[in-house]
């Protein structure tokens, strides 16, 4: 998850959208396949999300007011501003929800503030700045068939008993800057995020049982990291030139969480204690060029390493959990277009990705113990796609067909106390077929449409079961 330009996505893979305000968003681009080689830890593709700009005039005011069913209730001021070489953006919201279910009401305040400088006519400079305060998520939990049948809108009786809540606070800067020259442009994002989080659960912890005696989770983040790419067109030619777009991505993030017996608020036995870093280099380049001109050639690759290390800080179970692992990879595509004419235009892509385990995927373990699970490893996919597109008359239309192969798949094999468990659990086949159609009718009026047919199951799947806490 990009926005604008900035990642959303954590060294581990986890994406979050805490610092993301929908109602301040201009675009949402969904990029599938062959773009995770650009972006790495995911194989899903991208999510690239772009903000609303400042408007045209010297100084833009807004406020809007939402409201809704089950206590829905925000309210947003947008402000803008433009003085020569220099504009900015200010937005403020705040929400407030009761929720469908019990135990589901949440409380969220969220300002970002945006700006940017125009140093000479080839080089931008920007500064993002975001920030979310929830003092309240509250988490209703799952519930049986037979539950969801009786009463949908019930929460699970120890999420109601134990009071299971989140209360999180995160901040994000990033630093931006663009330079163009005469075959392309330099690109470079520098960004810090902290984040802190409490976060009861119903969950049981290993000492004692009770039905007022759940889980609370306390997590202090820091993050930093640095993107540089460049895309650059390689000597004449014009469109037809090869061009390369290249770069490299470093992260680091450090979590320090402590997980205690909690029985309502009083918190007595610390169980987790602990220190978890996650260190991601990527190097990634990509090559496009056009032959002929009825030819269009596409082909990159990027390396991945994630390094996850933990350092034990308690010892009351007796046993030193610390430690660490390494999962890296590389991944690779390769692409054809023909473009004859507007009216068809066919093309085929592969690709190649993977997926790591995030922290929490690791974490959570039967035993309740710290460290990480060593036995999850990474999931691994290809893609292929084939399409076409084209233009004829006013009408403009897209076809593909994928095909994506995804082995080592981590999935939740067991829930315990309301907490998931994974592995690595077989192999899954995502196949399907989507078709898009616009068409311009007047000069003010155009129609457009979608359709998907998706097919995604699993090939083999390994049944898991715990001896003696393990998964086999």
Known sequence: VLLDGVPQTLPDGQSQLSNVDFANLRSIEVLRGASSSLYGNASGGVLSLNSEQAGPGPFAQSVRVEGGSFGLFKIGSRTSGRSGPVDGVLSVSHTNLDGFRQQ???????????????????????????????????????????????????????????????????????????????????????????????????????QGTGALIGTFVRLDRQVYGLRLSTQQRLGAGGDRAPSITAGVDLQRMRDDRENWRDSVGIRDTLFIDQREKVTEYGAFAQLHWSPTEIVALTAGGRYDAVKFDVTDHFFGDGSDNSGNRTMSSVSGNVGLSLIPDNRFSPYINVSTSFETPTTTELVNQQANVGGFNKSLDPQRAVNYELGARGVVGPVTYTVAGFIGRIKDAIVPFTEVGGRSLFTNAGKLKNDGLEFGISARVLDQLRLFGNWTHANYRFDTYRVQRLVAGNPV
Request: hydrophobic share 35%; net charge neutral; aromatic share 6%.
């Open 104 to 206: 589901s009401e949440t409380k969220i305040t969220q300002l970002s503030l945006a700006g940017n400088y125009l140093a000479g006519g080839n080089t931008t400079l920007g500064v993002r700045f975001s920030y979310s305060d929830q003092p309240t998520a509250q988490n209703p939990g799952a519930l049986t068939r037979a539950e969801v049948l009786k009463n949908p809108d019930s929460a699970a009786a120890n999420n109601i008993l134990r009071r299971t809540d989140k209360e999180v606070w995160q901040g994000q800067l990033a630093l931006t800057g663009t330079h163009y020259t005469g075959n392309g442009r330099f690109d470079v994002a520098v960004f810090g995020v902290l984040r802190n989080l409490d976060n009861p659960l119903a969950t049981p912890p290993p």
